[in-house]
């Protein structure tokens, strides 16, 4: 068949193709619910014709090609071929079921998948806050090594016994939420800048979790030797589940991304950065929405001035919970 | 041939061609998307300043929002492209061709972090310039690629012209540069025409001047069928 007779035969199948497209972009981009209004064409097939028109232009596009019909044609058929591609395999379903299953047990799963960088990490982050706070005690001044005079200062009188709330100067509702944004803002953009700081064999990952561990620790130790250890602990015995773990989470990503550019066994960096990648990316996820809940938690309750064995006793139960969720959830999808 | 197309096979069997943009659009894309996210910050802040505290939490919130999640959502959600590379005509996709997803659209945008140390995209841009695929480090990990999409446009037809049946039979590679060169004609000077006609005496030989060129594209209208 000559392409002269080939584009005439073809020609009303490939418009209602494109009009097809063009109609389901509108729709796209206008979302349901304003439909029915004039001014928003018929579609030209039914959408259930979709896949096998899309078929037969890819095949007619393998025709062109082999029976050397003009550069133009082939090309007008490559477009209509990739529109429909991405029509076609783009379909996302089930995006409110993925997440509901992640959170219900993915994310437990994928974290004891993880559970050697995990620890890596902990040791990390946790081995310095415990050395920083031996050293402030053996040596108050320590502390000087990490932070400024006025920032100790500053500190001592946030956790202070005459303070109006705990861990901050003032408190009142607005400033409650003008520290949520803060925690979320801050927080959160730690842990992404950890967890992407893998990508430089894991180096900034790891000064990033020896670096919060030491300040922790110092910041702990010297509000201890101060006498405010009361004050401080019933402040961060709340969030510091979810906030110390997704820490930790983070630094388990950007350990396994510095390790795939490091150590990518029999694999290329590429495609062992690639396996990294996929394995963790539902951790980060997994992580930022711990650091939400606790952000919730340090902004609303942690401040409150209430009892401490209150305040030990619901930072334990959410310790307990979140233990018993990372050991025991998801587990009767066989791992 | 030396280029840098990404063939890419689909599951009907067909071969789709990705064409990968390099940092110069990819960066002017950027820069739009940075203006549009500091017009939002803006238009935002003036009234929730307003508010006081609350309104400078709720800020922190946006801001947050829109430095990690902005390009997410629009990858996502809006064909693989943010407004910056929409108005480019780029596109991001899984290097296997098809849309991206949450997955490989969160990876490539938090990994955003890396590709900018140690200052100004520093890393991002050595390996975008390295890469065959001009692909940064986000974009190695998430296995996407930034490509060009064009709009579809209409078929360009070959003039119209008595048919001409050349003497001899024509091998493949011989048709299709008299296609192509049917097909272009439109867009070149009379003289630019004849300079190419001349190249093929062999086809043109029926005389100089005028007559070259118009023997091509009666040859070229031969080989589309467009028989009397």
Redesign the interface.
Same mark, same amino acid.
């Given at each position: 068949m000559k392409q002269e007779q080939f584009e005439q035969h073809n020609e009303a199948s490939w418009q209602d193709f494109e009009e097809w497209l063009k109609w389901r972009h509108k729709r796209h981009a206008k979302r349901p619910g304003k439909d029915g209004k004039k001014g928003f064409a018929k579609a030209p097939f039914p959408s259930r014709e979709l896949p096998e028109r899309y078929r037969i232009i890819c095949l007619q596009l393998a025709l062109a090609r082999d029976r050397d019909y003009t550069q133009a044609l082939v090309e007008h058929l490559h477009r209509l071929a990739q529109l429909g591609h991405d029509v076609l395999y783009g379909a996302q379903s089930g995006f409110t079921r993925r997440v509901l299953q992640y959170a219900a047990g993915g994310f437990a799963t994928d974290v004891r998948a993880n559970a050697k960088w995990v620890l890596a990490s902990a040791l990390l982050f946790f081995g310095p806050m415990l050395a920083a706070m031996l050293a402030v005690h053996l040596w108050p001044d320590f502390a000087y090594l990490m932070l400024s005079p006025e920032q100790v200062a500053k500190f001592e009188s946030m956790y202070g016994n005459d303070s109006r709330a705990l861990g901050r100067v003032a408190r009142d509702a607005s400033t409650d939420f003008h520290m949520f944004g803060f925690y979320v803002y801050n927080n959160v953009s730690i842990a992404f800048r950890c967890f992407a700081g893998g990508l430089t064999a894991g180096v900034l990952t790891v000064f990033y979790l020896i670096y919060n561990g030491l300040s922790i620790g110092v910041v702990a130790a010297r509000l201890g030797e101060a006498g405010l250890a009361e004050n401080f602990y019933s402040f961060v015995v709340g969030h510091s589940t979810f906030e110390l773990g997704a820490i930790v989470l983070s630094g388990a990503a950007g350990l396994k991304l510095g390790a795939a550019i490091l150590a990518p066994h029999r694999m290329s960096r590429g495609v062992a950065l690639r396996q990294a990648g996929r394995s963790i990316i539902g951790m980060v996820c997994g992580l930022a929405v711990m650091l939400f809940a606790a952000a919730l938690t340090e902004a609303f309750w942690s401040p409150l001035k209430l009892g401490l064995p209150i305040k030990l006793t619901v930072g334990g139960v959410l310790c307990a919970l979140s233990l018993a969720y990372f050991t025991l959830a998801g587990r009767r999808d066989g791992t | 041939m030396l280029d840098t197309l990404r063939p890419v096979t689909?599951p009907?069997?067909?071969e789709?061609?990705l064409h990968p943009a390099g940092l110069m659009p990819r960066s002017l894309a950027w820069m739009i998307d940075m203006a549009v996210r500091m017009g939002i910050t803006m238009a935002l802040g003036v009234p929730l300043s307003a508010l !006081?505290?609350?309104g !400078?939490?709720?800020?922190?919130?946006v801001?947050?929002l829109l430095?990690?999640f902005y390009p997410v959502f629009f990858e996502?959600l809006g064909? !693989?492209a943010t407004p910056g590379k929409r108005s480019l005509g780029l596109k991001v996709l899984n290097d296997d061709?098809?849309?991206v997803?949450?997955?490989p659209s969160?990876?490539r945008n938090?990994?955003? @972090?890396?590709d900018f140390?140690p200052v100004g995209y520093g890393?991002g841009i050595v390996s975008m310039l390295l890469h065959r695929e001009f692909r940064r480090?986000g974009d190695?990990? @998430?296995?996407t690629v930034v490509v060009y999409?064009?709009a579809?446009?209409g078929?360009?037809a070959?003039a119209n012209a008595p048919a001409l049946a050349p003497e001899e039979p024509l091998d493949?590679m011989t048709?299709?540069a008299l296609?192509?060169f049917?097909?272009r004609a439109n867009s070149l000077t009379p003289a630019r025409q004849e300079e190419l006609a001349d190249l093929v005496p062999f086809l043109a030989d029926q005389g100089r001047g005028q007559h070259g060129a118009a023997r091509l594209i009666g040859l070229a209208n031969y080989?589309?069928?467009?028989r009397t």
């Amino acid at each position: 068949m000559k392409q002269e007779q080939f584009e005439q035969h073809n020609e009303a199948s490939w418009q209602d193709f494109e009009e097809w497209l063009k109609w389901r972009h509108k729709r796209h981009a206008k979302r349901p619910g304003k439909d029915g209004k004039k001014g928003f064409a018929k579609a030209p097939f039914p959408s259930r014709e979709l896949p096998e028109r899309y078929r037969i232009i890819c095949l007619q596009l393998a025709l062109a090609r082999d029976r050397d019909y003009t550069q133009a044609l082939v090309e007008h058929l490559h477009r209509l071929a990739q529109l429909g591609h991405d029509v076609l395999y783009g379909a996302q379903s089930g995006f409110t079921r993925r997440v509901l299953q992640y959170a219900a047990g993915g994310f437990a799963t994928d974290v004891r998948a993880n559970a050697k960088w995990v620890l890596a990490s902990a040791l990390l982050f946790f081995g310095p806050m415990l050395a920083a706070m031996l050293a402030v005690h053996l040596w108050p001044d320590f502390a000087y090594l990490m932070l400024s005079p006025e920032q100790v200062a500053k500190f001592e009188s946030m956790y202070g016994n005459d303070s109006r709330a705990l861990g901050r100067v003032a408190r009142d509702a607005s400033t409650d939420f003008h520290m949520f944004g803060f925690y979320v803002y801050n927080n959160v953009s730690i842990a992404f800048r950890c967890f992407a700081g893998g990508l430089t064999a894991g180096v900034l990952t790891v000064f990033y979790l020896i670096y919060n561990g030491l300040s922790i620790g110092v910041v702990a130790a010297r509000l201890g030797e101060a006498g405010l250890a009361e004050n401080f602990y019933s402040f961060v015995v709340g969030h510091s589940t979810f906030e110390l773990g997704a820490i930790v989470l983070s630094g388990a990503a950007g350990l396994k991304l510095g390790a795939a550019i490091l150590a990518p066994h029999r694999m290329s960096r590429g495609v062992a950065l690639r396996q990294a990648g996929r394995s963790i990316i539902g951790m980060v996820c997994g992580l930022a929405v711990m650091l939400f809940a606790a952000a919730l938690t340090e902004a609303f309750w942690s401040p409150l001035k209430l009892g401490l064995p209150i305040k030990l006793t619901v930072g334990g139960v959410l310790c307990a919970l979140s233990l018993a969720y990372f050991t025991l959830a998801g587990r009767r999808d066989g791992t | 041939m030396l280029d840098t197309l990404r063939p890419v096979t689909t599951p009907e069997l067909i071969e789709l061609q990705l064409h990968p943009a390099g940092l110069m659009p990819r960066s002017l894309a950027w820069m739009i998307d940075m203006a549009v996210r500091m017009g939002i910050t803006m238009a935002l802040g003036v009234p929730l300043s307003a508010l !006081g505290r609350f309104g !400078g939490g709720l800020l922190l919130l946006v801001y947050f929002l829109l430095e990690w999640f902005y390009p997410v959502f629009f990858e996502v959600l809006g064909d !693989g492209a943010t407004p910056g590379k929409r108005s480019l005509g780029l596109k991001v996709l899984n290097d296997d061709g098809t849309p991206v997803g949450w997955g490989p659209s969160l990876t490539r945008n938090l990994l955003r @972090a890396a590709d900018f140390l140690p200052v100004g995209y520093g890393l991002g841009i050595v390996s975008m310039l390295l890469h065959r695929e001009f692909r940064r480090l986000g974009d190695i990990v @998430a296995g996407t690629v930034v490509v060009y999409r064009d709009a579809l446009g209409g078929l360009p037809a070959i003039a119209n012209a008595p048919a001409l049946a050349p003497e001899e039979p024509l091998d493949r590679m011989t048709q299709r540069a008299l296609l192509a060169f049917a097909e272009r004609a439109n867009s070149l000077t009379p003289a630019r025409q004849e300079e190419l006609a001349d190249l093929v005496p062999f086809l043109a030989d029926q005389g100089r001047g005028q007559h070259g060129a118009a023997r091509l594209i009666g040859l070229a209208n031969y080989l589309v069928g467009r028989r009397t």
